[in-house]
């Protein structure tokens, strides 16, 4: 992938944008001075900042401030596309990073700037564009949709223990003793170090494990069984809970967009 115009800083070319058609690839860890917004029209990426996770999707955009240090993994087939901003445009701009939904005008401008090409100054034309791309991009807010993670030793260990198999029923109980600790001390440890119990992290994990499933277009009925839920409705109701919408309107929301963006 060409990440090299994260790099470039140069005030006359406030934006850049940049898409490819990415499949099965990890973009290791780096960072750059310009900001970027990253989103695709198809496909599934996790981002890795620090101790969260994000899945990305087609519904989705990720907010990633200049020298954030950042790791991308492509699944599968991925459409993507990029947005770096210059260091001199960044007033006003998010600081801190994060997922949010992308409304249809901000991505009708991501593609308006990407046909601008990356070579020379903007057209004055081009300048009002990226200066109302910027003013979009001001009023971004974050979703729900990412998952803390620890370098805390021993909750590491029982972090990548559910990451490992997200459809486990045992209770926190089952992964105190594993790691040698008592059950308050490992329930007082996922409240400081990833900011919510046991039970809100483990459900947070299953719903971003649906998110990336349903990307890659497996069936709601197979997505609940391989996350460890006893019938579909009870899967249905916690993805309703958390994102507003049940799985199904979920991928109908992505097929739509998917189809005015290419009408």
């Not at 991925?78 to 007033?91: G, R």
């Not at 409240?191 to 709601?220: H, P, V």
């Not at 799985?247 to 992505?254: A, G, V």
Request: aromatic content about 12%; overall charge negative.
């Amino acid at each position: 992938m060409a990440t090299d115009f994260g790099y470039q800083v140069d005030s006359s070319i406030p934006v850049i944008g940049y898409t490819e058609m990415v499949t099965n690839e990890m973009c290791i860890s780096h960072s750059h001075p310009r900001g970027q917004l990253i989103y695709a029209t198809r496909g599934v990426m996790n981002v890795v900042v620090g101790n969260h996770i994000w899945v990305v999707n087609p519904l989705q955009g990720l907010w990633l401030p200049g020298g954030v240090e950042h790791q991308v993994t492509f699944q599968k087939d991925v459409n993507y596309y990029s947005v770096f901003i210059d260091p001199s445009a960044m007033e006003g701009l998010p600081t801190s990073s994060f997922s949010f939904d992308i409304p249809m005008f901000l991505k009708q401008l991501v593609f308006k700037i990407i046909s601008f090409g990356v070579e020379g100054n903007l057209t004055p034309s081009q300048k009002r564009i990226s200066d109302v791309f910027l003013d979009e991009l001001a009023l971004i807010e974050p979703s729900a949709t990412f998952l803390p993670t620890t370098n805390h030793e021993r909750l590491q260990k029982v972090v990548e223990l559910l990451m490992n198999d997200v459809s486990s029923k045992n209770t926190i109980e089952y992964y105190a003793e594993l790691s040698f600790m008592s059950t308050r001390t490992l329930s007082r440890l996922f409240i400081k170090e990833l900011g919510m119990n046991f039970s809100d992290w483990r459900t947070r994990l299953k719903l971003l494990e649906a998110i990336k499933r349903l990307g890659e277009k497996q069936s709601i009925k197979e997505i609940a069984f391989n996350l460890g839920y006893e019938t579909t409705s009870a899967f249905i109701y916690m993805f309703k809970k958390h994102l507003g919408k049940t799985p199904s309107n979920y991928i109908l929301e992505d097929e739509n967009e998917s189809e005015r963006m290419i009408a």
